[in-house]
């Protein structure tokens, strides 16, 4: 059990950290699923190819559709998210 600071900050316990391998500056996605927070240790490779992606599958859907406004990247953003 943790216990979140007036910070909104939480410790993650040293031997989780250990198990993963996260240390200081590594980047950890949060996000919440359903009554959880989830926390994903990112790796700039994937995050880069996870960006190229999104980026295809915008440019793909503009070139059928024209321009897209926020809420439709946004969208799309989120499908991909959840696939």
């Known amino acids: 059990m943790v216990v979140v600071s007036s910070k ?3 410790v993650i316990p040293q031997g ?3 198990k993963l391998g996260i ?3 590594t980047k950890l996605l949060v ?3 359903e009554d959880a927070l989830v926390m994903k240790k ?3 490779d994937g ?3 996870s960006f190229e992606d999104i980026y295809r599958k915008v440019d793909a859907r503009r070139k059928r559709r024209g321009e897209l406004t926020d809420a439709e990247i946004n969208q799309l953003v ?3 998210r959840h696939s």
């Open 23 to 25: 240390g200081a500056k």
């Open 47 to 49: 995050l880069e190819r």
């Open 42 to 44: 990112l790796e700039v």
């Open 78 to 80: 989120q499908k991909y």
């Open 31 to 33: 996000y919440p699923y």
């Open 8 to 10: 909104g900050q939480v």
């Open 16 to 18: 989780m950290r250990q």
